[in-house]
């Protein structure tokens, strides 16, 4: 049982009296959802409802494997990793205390529906969102607009706006990439069409199609013809700098007509215009006096240079044929042409959009009509792939594997685990209007979500969501996690770091996410840290110029106002750990202070013990 | 024990992953009964780790013209405004800004044919760095990872692979061969000096190792695990006595002139003190060779800075016998256009361009391959990325065939087809 200090005992007595209240009315508005009967398919169905259900089937499927699932995680450790997994930051020390001391029963559910509505959730999966587009952006200098996708993205999820709203708001940006966060898919792969069908794929339906690129697919029954019809939808997507911007800035258009360019290219490539408009006797050979005073005669000298293979100073349709095509030639073209692999140099065919797993598109649309055709293929409910993709991905984000591992590689021929628990999330989101709340909402809901770590028995094979498996925070959360112990509001940033023209090399967080970010793609297993974060951790100035006990830092406030050892130590495991110590923490802890001759010195150690912690950059 | 190593240790938190089957794969050979042969194999990769084989890599960012640095056309449409100088070896010419590298030309084999289709700086420099094309779904090694694995030194306290500037990494090889990253050279690295007196770091490691263990038996035992290799790694650097090969103050303040008082030339002095202290794979990036404006203007600060410091770490190496076990390769990602542009500047090319090599075995003063008259294309002995990697492998000793497996559970060689171009060794 908890035992607190004198000074920590009124304060959370405080507290309580006045918060006492809020989670009665929380509960009964919840009430209302959870009440939602089990319905045909199609129609809105309520979270706990569907927890239950994928609860039901996660524990009938570990029944048959006589695998006793752990028990559920106590309020410390459930608490501690919904508030990360929702709102990207450790709870504070008072709230760990009110969660454990609120006796209402539905009290997770309370608190996972305030973790919805706060600010934070919204930043902290704009960030995530910014890590999956950007670390795999081909183009860097797409870092120029990150801030502005953060924003955007901000909005989109405290507006709640549905997903399939977001990937069409993606996919059909244009505009200013300074002014327009949405525009950062595009932005960050120049626009290429190749690029772009490779990561629409992955990201919105957790296939990779990009095999197929230059061959069929070698595990997937995906034609080499699919991908290319896939970037079919893209070929008339253009970045170009916006001239004279300062600071330079580049913008998203569509390129419709082709220009003045490519009309003339077009010319060339096919004469019979020409020599239907300038050919007046008809004797198949344009002469600069049939030019004169029309728009060709500007040109003609250079071209006769450059064709006329005969030395006669007229030119044979042929002879206009044979001009080569400029190699930046693809530049210019409003239809995509699918590489020829023989001849790389060859204009290639053209291809004509196809979503794989959707159908034909109208040929010769514009742009627009382009991105837009295709969002509506990949949001289709009769596309299955757009929400599992995205089930698949938060779940295994929150509970540290997915279905199909890794997360953006799923696909009819990739076999799942528990394919009946992801239909039954991926119904069910599809029928909430692709609510990603719903979702979220769903997930940590579910007994699965909520259950305690197990320690690992030898030889045993894992078995997936029988237990919770301890995952890796990613860096933003870490970032929000150490503001939080120090009780500043950032940290001091490296004036020498990385290059200066992106903003986030400027900044701390910048700089702390450049060291410690993953691709949120990547499986936990092959996350495992690095020297030069345990570096950081250890030895940066940052860090430690908010160590020390002297003047007014948190660890200082501690040391003052807790003079009993046990109730100091019992403060830094709250405010670092979220947790209180266990016993036998305790006595290490309360020995290694005794073995000290400073008691100061002893509780700087013991603070950087606790944020160099295997524990403090891991969600339990 | 073997910091900044690889070690048999799993980091997976369940039966089958996909990378501690990379980490298996020679266990289970071992257990299958091939023990004779991984017997033998392993001797003599013993042996190879004490020959002390390194690599520095010089890599010119963006795409240095080969026209102004080691193929000049004089008298060519292709010519631009730079002239051509004599060097060392009579009948090699090479840019004029290149006054130093010319004077130790006799140990360089400069290849003249290197050919590629890729165009774009970040897939360029990831198949000039990996020898692979680049895919979403596998991250591919660098050369450098795959060779400080191969032959790095299992004992030592500092980093066996290093980049001054950032580069890319192990890819599924995993973070122990990723490269440690070195931003300013000269100075002791961010973070590696601790910030409390020695006794009492050792304090609070142990204090964190202890309460490490009450999370590890509380179900995070593999986190638990990994993060104390990992710490371990860090603070046996913090601890060494070996990090001041970081301090350059070290060196004679002639020695340091000649290399260069710029982040460049004291990359190579360092890369020169890490390969002494045993380091396997250096990396010293130079920036700025993207001139698609202006070009015979703007590259010539650029070409001045490597070509000193290039031209003193041959030197160096030289005088001090290390040449003959360290491979030096300049090279970026690609060339630029024949045609200077309207800008005055010159475009990406990849058809043809140029990549220049010293010591590890390298027979210097040689020529190797040839482009047309006007630049435009190979005229003669093409050689691919590929081929110049079994080369580079060649020289290290390093099998280049050899396979990992990857995340897809595909085996992947160090390098998939090319030849070694016999020449640079003959």
Redesign the interface.
């Known amino acids: 049982m908890m035992n607190f200090s004198a000074k920590r005992m009124t304060q959370i007595v405080c507290i309580f009296l006045f918060t006492v209240s809020v989670p009665l009315c929380h509960s009964s508005t919840f009430a209302a959802t959870k009440s939602s009967p089990q319905s045909n398919k199609g129609d809105r169905v309520g979270e706990t409802a569907v927890a239950e259900k994928v609860d039901q089937l996660i524990e009938a499927e570990l029944k048959k494997s006589k695998v006793e699932p752990a028990k559920l995680a106590n309020d410390e450790d459930f608490l501690r990793r919904v508030t990360f997994d929702l709102a990207g930051r450790k709870p504070s020390s008072s709230e760990v205390i009110l969660f454990g001391l609120d006796s209402n029963p539905d009290k997770r559910n309370t608190v996972i529906d305030e973790l919805l509505k706060s600010e934070d959730y919204a930043v902290n999966w704009a960030r995530y969102w910014r890590d999956v587009i950007y670390l795999?952006a081909?183009?860097?200098r797409a870092r120029i607009n990150e801030a502005e996708f953060e924003e955007w993205m901000t909005t989109q999820f405290k507006e709640n706006k549905s997903w399939d709203q977001i990937a069409t708001d993606l996919l059909t940006a244009t505009g200013d990439v300074r002014e327009n966060g949405n525009t950062a898919l595009i932005f960050a792969h120049e626009g290429d069409p190749a690029e772009l069908a490779?990561?629409t794929s992955?990201i919105f339906l957790g296939i990779?199609i990009?095999?197929a690129n230059c061959h069929d697919h070698p595990t997937d029954k995906w034609k080499r013809n699919s991908f290319h019809e896939l970037a079919a939808f893209f070929p008339r997507v253009r970045v170009r700098p916006v001239r004279d911007a300062t600071p330079r800035t580049f913008e998203v258009v569509s390129m419709d007509q082709g220009n003045q360019v490519a009309q003339r290219m077009q010319m060339l490539q096919d004469p019979t215009m020409l020599f239907k408009a300038f050919d007046r006797n008809r004797d198949g050979k344009l002469t600069e006096q049939e030019v004169q005073r029309t728009r060709m005669a500007r040109n003609f000298e250079r071209l006769v240079s450059r064709a006329d293979k005969n030395g006669d100073k007229a030119l044979t349709a042929e002879e206009i044929k044979s001009i080569p095509v400029p190699d930046n030639a693809r530049r210019f073209n409003t239809e995509y042409h699918m590489p020829d692999l023989m001849d790389?140099t060859a204009a290639g065919t053209v291809v004509h959009p196809v979503l794989f797993v959707g159908t034909k598109a109208p040929e010769g649309m514009k742009d627009l009509e382009r991105r837009e055709t295709l969002s509506k293929f990949l949001t289709a409910k009769s596309n299955p792939w757009f929400a599992r993709a995205i089930v698949n991905r938060l779940w295994a984000e929150m509970l540290g594997e997915g279905f199909y591992m890794?997360i953006d590689?799923i696909g009819p021929e990739r076999s799942a685990i528990y394919p009946e628990v992801l239909e039954a999330l991926a119904d069910g989101f599809t029928a909430s209007g692709y609510d990603l709340k719903w979702l979220c909402r769903t997930i940590t809901n579910t007994r699965a979500y909520q259950r305690?770590?197990?320690?690992?028995i030898e030889g045993q094979?894992?078995i997936?969501f029988a237990?919770?498996?301890?995952t890796?925070l990613r860096g933003d959360q870490i970032f929000t996690a150490i503001t939080q112990v120090f009780g500043v509001d950032d940290l001091q940033a490296?004036r020498?770091?990385?290059d200066r023209r992106y903003r986030g090399n400027r900044t701390a967080r910048g700089q702390f996410s450049s060291l410690f970010t993953f691709d949120p793609s990547t499986a936990?297993?092959?996350i495992?840290?690095?020297?030069?974060?345990?570096?950081?951790m250890?030895?940066?100035?940052a860090i430690?110029g908010l160590l020390g006990t002297s003047g007014n830092n948190k660890l200082a406030q501690i040391a003052r106002e807790f003079p009993k050892n046990e109730h100091a130590i019992q403060e830094l495991y709250l405010l670092t750990l979220s947790r209180e110590p266990?016993e036998?923490?305790m006595k290490?802890?309360q020995e290694?202070i005794q073995a000290?001759d400073k008691r100061n010195?002893a509780l700087e150690?013991?603070m950087?013990?606790?944020v160099?912690?295997?524990?403090f950059?891991?969600k339990? | 024990m073997s910091f900044f190593h690889h070690q048999q240790v799993q980091t997976h938190r369940q039966g089958f992953s996909r990378r501690s089957f990379l980490r298996n794969v020679s266990a289970g050979a071992l257990a299958a009964g091939s023990l004779s042969f991984q017997d033998l194999m392993s001797v003599s990769a013993e042996e190879l780790r004490q020959q002390g084989r390194a690599m520095i890599l010089l890599w010119m960012a963006g795409g240095p013209s080969q026209f102004e640095t080691f193929d000049p056309k004089p008298k060519t449409s292709s010519a631009g405004e730079k002239q051509a100088i004599q060097t060392a070896v009579s009948g090699i010419e090479i840019s004029e800004d290149w006054k130093n590298t010319a004077k130790v030309m006799q140990d360089i084999a400069v290849i003249r044919s290197m050919t590629n289709k890729e165009g774009n700086h970040q897939r360029a420099s990831y198949q000039m760095h990996t020898g692979y094309i680049p895919s979403g779904s596998v991250k591919h090694p660098s050369l450098g990872s795959n060779i400080a694995r191969e032959i790095g030194n299992r004992e030592l306290d500092i980093p066996t692979i290093v980049s001054v500037g950032a580069t890319d990494g192990a890819g599924f090889l995993g973070v122990d061969y990723e490269p440690f990253n070195v931003n300013n050279p000269g100075n002791i690295p961010n973070n590696v000096a601790a910030t409390v007196p020695a006794q009492r770091y050792q304090k609070r490691l142990g204090l964190l190792g202890r309460l490490d263990s009450e999370f590890a038996s509380r179900g995070g035992e593999v986190v638990v695990k990994n993060h104390s290799k990992i710490y371990n790694k860090a603070s046996s650097l913090v601890q060494s006595p070996q990090t001041k090969v970081f301090d350059l103050s070290q060196e004679s303040a002639s020695l340091r002139q000649q290399y260069g008082d710029n982040n460049f030339g004291k990359g190579c002095l360092l890369a020169r003190r890490l390969v002494e202290a045993g380091s396997t794979f250096i990396e010293v990036r130079s920036n700025g060779w993207d001139n698609h404006a202006n070009i015979s203007e703007v590259i010539t600060p650029n070409a001045q800075q490597v070509d000193a410091g290039m031209a003193a770490l041959i030197a160096d190496l030289k005088q001090r016998g290390m040449l003959e076990r360290t491979l030096v390769v300049w090279m970026g990602e690609f060339g630029r256009t024949p045609k200077i542009n309207a800008r005055a500047g010159r475009d990406h090319y990849p058809r043809v361009f140029s990549a220049a090599l010293a010591g590890g075995g390298v027979k210097g003063g040689q020529v190797i391959g040839a482009s047309t008259a006007d630049g435009s294309a190979v005229q003669d002995r093409p050689v691919t990325t590929t081929d110049l990697f079994c080369s580079i492998c060649q020289s290290l000793k390093v099998d280049p065939k050899k396979e990992n497996m990857s995340p897809l559970g595909r085996p992947m060689k160090i390098v998939d087809g090319g030849t070694v171009v016999t020449e640079l060794f003959s």
């Open positions: 795999r081909t183009d860097m490779a990561e992955r990779q990009q095999c790389p890794p590689d305690v770590m197990q320690t690992k094979p894992h997936p237990a919770q498996s301890p890796r490296n020498g770091g990385g936990q297993e092959e495992t840290g690095d020297v030069p974060q345990a570096l950081f250890m030895n940066s100035s430690n266990s036998s923490e290490i802890c290694y000290t010195e150690d013991l950087w013990s606790l160099n912690s295997s524990e950059i891991t339990r």
